[in-house]
C-alpha cells in the first residue's frame, strides 16, 4: 500500500461537499457555468468589504520594515489586543492579549486547541447535524468523537442527551453557533444551561471537561438574532473562529483561538496552544492578514445580501413542499429529504443540474444541505429546476 491504511480509508469516505463541488464541474463542462446550479461549497461568492482593501492598499504603499519576518508563534501583540478588545466588549469579561492565539483558520485553531488538551483515547462530543471534518481533527490528535444529535425538530442543543454522554473519558463538547449545516444559532439560556450542566459533571466526574465553540458565521445572523459569546455562560470555554465568513477570506487562512479568562489553568493551556500552533507545523497565523484584521474586528460584509438569499430560497422552497427550519444564521438551508435515501434524492437533483450535499455527510441522513452564498442570479436561474425536482420526488404537483 503506497499511503497510510487511515488515510485511504479516510480518502474513500471524506467528504460529500468536495466530491459534489468536483462533480459540479463536470457539469459545467457539459451543459455551461449558467445551466449548472451548485449549492455545494460555503465558498463566499462576494468580496471582503472596502476597508479591507483600504488597508491592503495603505500597507503595500507604506510597508513596515520586517513585516513579513517571523513573529510570536501567538501573533502579533497588536493583532492579539485588538481581538481581545472586541471580545471583552461582546462577552463583558476582562478579556486581555494573553488568551489569544492567531491561527491558520478556525480549523486550524481546532486542531491547536484538541492537540493541546486531548490524551489518546479521550472522548470529544460532537453535535449532530454535524460540520464532517470534526471527526479528522479529533482523530488527528488520538482523540475518539462521540455524536450526540440535536433536538430533531428544531437542531437546537438537547442538553439531557449531552450530559447523558459524558463519561470519565469526556475532555471536550464541540458547538458552533450560528451552525453549519441548519443555520440555527443556540439562545443565551441554552447556553446558561449547558454551561450549569458541564460544571455539574465536572464536579461528579473531577475533570476539566472544555467547551469548544466554534463561531465563523458569529456576524452572520438575521432578524435581529444575537449571538451571544460563551465565555459567561461557559467557564471552561474555548472560542476558535475565523475571517473566512464574515471578512470573506476564505483563501487567506486567517482566524484565532481565545480562551475564557475565567478558565481553569487558563495559562497553562496558552503555554500548551502556543507550543502546538508552532510544532503542528502551523508556526504562526499569516503576517500580512494579521496586520490587516487587527484593523477589522468591527467590520463585516453585508449581511442583507445574504438573508435576501435566504429569503428567496427558502419562500420558494417551502412553497414547493420542502420542508426546514428557517435559519437564524450562517448561509445554509437543511431541508429534510423528499425521499427516505438522501444520497439517492441529490442523484435526482443531479439531473436538473442542481449540486446539493447529502444530510449523510453531516451525520443526519434523511436531509441535504444548500448553501446559498452564491450568486443571486444563479439562485433565481434555479427555481425552475428545484420545481421540477419536486414534482420529480412527489412533493409538488405538475400543475
Not at 494573553?98 to 491547536?112: E, R
Not at 486547541?113 to 486531548?118: A, C, D, E, G, R
Not at 482523540?143 to 442543543?157: A, I, K, S
Request: hydrophobic share 40%.
Amino acid at each position: 500500500m503506497a499511503i497510510a491504511a487511515k488515510v485511504q480509508a479516510c480518502i474513500e469516505g471524506a467528504s460529500w461537499i468536495r466530491r459534489m463541488f468536483e462533480e459540479g464541474g463536470r457539469l459545467r463542462q457539459q451543459f455551461g457555468d449558467e445551466n449548472v446550479y451548485d449549492f455545494t461549497l460555503g465558498n463566499p461568492n462576494i468580496d471582503p468589504p472596502a476597508k479591507f482593501y483600504a488597508e491592503l492598499q495603505g500597507l503595500a504603499n507604506a510597508p513596515k520594515p520586517g513585516i513579513h519576518r517571523y513573529m510570536s508563534n501567538a501573533g502579533y501583540d497588536e493583532t492579539r489586543g485588538a481581538i481581545a478588545s472586541m471580545l471583552a466588549g461582546v462577552s463583558g469579561m476582562a478579556v486581555t492579549a494573553s488568551q489569544v492565539v492567531m491561527t491558520c483558520g478556525a480549523s486550524g485553531a481546532l486542531n491547536v486547541v484538541l492537540k493541546t488538551i486531548l490524551n489518546p483515547g479521550e472522548e470529544v462530543i460532537i453535535l449532530t447535524p454535524h460540520f464532517v471534518e470534526y471527526k479528522f481533527y479529533i482523530d488527528n490528535h488520538g482523540g475518539v468523537p462521540r455524536e450526540v444529535w440535536t433536538d430533531r425538530e428544531t437542531f437546537q442543543l438537547d442538553i439531557p442527551a449531552i450530559e447523558a454522554a459524558i463519561t470519565d473519558k469526556t475532555r471536550a463538547l464541540i458547538i458552533n453557533t450560528p451552525n453549519n449545516p441548519t443555520g440555527v444559532i443556540y439562545p443565551a439560556e441554552s447556553l446558561r444551561q449547558l454551561g450549569e450542566m458541564i460544571e455539574r459533571k465536572e464536579r461528579e466526574l473531577e475533570r476539566q471537561i472544555y467547551v469548544i465553540s466554534d463561531e465563523p458565521y458569529a456576524r452572520i445572523s438575521y432578524d435581529g438574532h444575537a449571538v451571544p459569546n460563551i465565555f459567561p455562560y461557559v467557564t471552561n470555554s474555548i472560542v476558535v473562529t475565523s475571517h473566512s465568513k464574515d471578512l470573506a477570506l476564505p483563501g487567506e487562512r486567517i482566524g484565532y483561538l481565545a480562551a475564557n479568562p475565567s478558565m481553569t489553568h487558563v495559562e497553562l493551556f496558552m503555554e500548551g496552544a502556543i507550543f502546538c500552533n508552532r510544532t503542528l507545523g502551523f508556526v504562526n497565523a499569516p503576517a500580512l492578514m494579521q496586520r490587516l484584521v487587527a484593523k477589522l474586528q468591527h467590520e463585516s460584509v453585508d449581511i442583507n445580501a445574504y438573508q435576501q438569499k435566504r429569503d428567496i430560497l427558502y419562500d420558494n422552497l417551502t412553497r414547493l413542499g420542502f420542508t426546514m427550519v428557517k435559519p437564524d444564521g450562517a448561509f445554509y438551508l437543511f431541508p429534510k429529504s423528499p425521499l427516505a435515501d438522501d444520497v439517492a434524492f441529490v442523484r435526482a437533483a443531479q439531473k436538473h443540474n442542481l449540486l446539493l450535499v447529502p444530510g449523510a455527510g453531516f451525520g443526519a441522513p434523511g436531509y441535504f444541505r444548500v448553501a446559498y452564498c452564491v450568486d443571486m442570479g444563479m439562485i433565481e436561474r434555479s427555481l425552475p429546476a428545484w420545481r421540477a425536482l419536486a414534482v420529480e420526488t412527489g412533493i409538488c404537483g405538475a400543475s
